[in-house]
């Protein structure tokens, strides 16, 4: 027989007693290999000296255990085991020890991760979440989180999200065979080319517990838009004291492509109440009231015509 990753299975002691007699006090113990756990105490490595009583004569005994493989895949794992006993009249303990090599194949739960490779810093990009459960064993209450990287911003999903932080979507029963997918969209702001990884973990109940039963993550390189900008004040301040004060806002850009770009068109929003437009000054920008933001375009800046690779300007 085999095993799944993230599907539980039951894992038994046979202790057939060829004796003409029976065998007191019998134990059994089971050590458990790297990247198996027992399902309800997932943080024990093995069972010690767990009682079975009597081996009658001539009869099999089966104690079972339940196991979920939860790291390994496509390998060989060896579980050890063991039985020790009392023989007839005797006070002296036995003991009989067995190894079993068991094949881990490919996960039961096929999840998947998919935003694109490259996106650029700042700019919305979808990813998204499939699975499918290839075994045979029905699940209940199954969940995905999801965990985001630094920086990043969620936008919106196809599917809503049970938690106010939008990392949890609570997906119900997931039967044999059954499949389903959601999409989720949003941005990262970082340092460029910096890689960014976004991972999804499901779990299942399984007994009175959750368990992860599937984990997949995958990349994302943050590549430089090709206009960028950036807002400072001059000079750097955090607070202005007085209503008299003057805040004087630097806004730069850059064409970071090797290609000019035409009609480059740049806003800027005046967002709280304490700005007094009366007093707004641009060289270039023209206030647009209906909703406090100033535009500045090709016909304002001749350079936005065609801007040039490289070109920066404020």
């Known amino acids: 027989d085999s095993l799944q990753t993230g599907i539980p299975a039951e894992i038994s002691i046979n202790m057939s007693n060829d004796y003409g007699s029976d065998l007191k006090d019998a134990q059994a113990s089971l050590s ?3 990247g198996i756990i ?7 490595r093995s069972v010690e000296n767990h009682k079975v009583g009597v081996l009658q004569a001539h009869k099999l005994t089966k104690e079972t255990f339940m196991v979920m493989p939860t790291t390994l895949q496509n390998t060989v794992a060896s579980f050890k085991g063991s039985v020790s006993y009392i023989p007839g009249a005797l006070s002296s303990r036995f003991e009989k020890n067995v190894q079993q090599d068991v094949v881990v194949g490919e996960p039961g739960i096929q999840l998947n991760v998919a935003p694109p490779t490259k996106a650029f810093g700042g ?4 990813t998204e979440i499939s699975y499918r459960n290839a075994s045979k064993t029905n699940f209940d209450n199954v969940q995905i989180t999801m965990a985001y990287p630094a920086g990043f911003t969620f936008k919106s999903a196809t599917q809503a999200a049970t938690d106010s932080a939008n990392t949890i979507w609570r997906l119900g029963p997931l039967p044999a065979g059954g499949e389903g997918k959601f999409s989720i969209k949003g941005f990262v702001v970082g340092q460029d080319n910096e890689n960014f990884e976004i991972e999804a973990t499901m779990n299942a109940a399984i007994g009175e517990g ?9 990349t994302v390189i943050a590549q430089p838009s090709p206009l960028s900008i950036r807002i400072d004040v001059q000079p750097a301040a955090s607070a202005v004291f007085g209503t008299s ?12 492509t090797q290609t000019g770009l035409r009609d480059v068109i740049v806003r800027a929003k005046l967002i709280g109440e304490m700005f007094d437009l009366k007093s707004l000054k641009s060289e270039t920008g023209v206030l647009r009231a209906v909703d406090n933001t100033i535009i500045w375009n090709a016909a304002r800046v001749p350079q936005f015509a065609v801007l040039a690779p490289s070109a920066t300007g404020n």
């Open 32 to 34: 458990l290999p790297e």
């Open 38 to 44: 027992f399902v309800g105490t997932p943080g024990q």
């Open 123 to 126: 700019e919305e990009f979808e």
């Open 210 to 218: 959750m368990y992860d039963i599937a984990t997949q993550s995958a």
């Open 245 to 256: 004060d003057a805040v004087h806002y630097r806004l730069t850009y850059t064409n970071n």
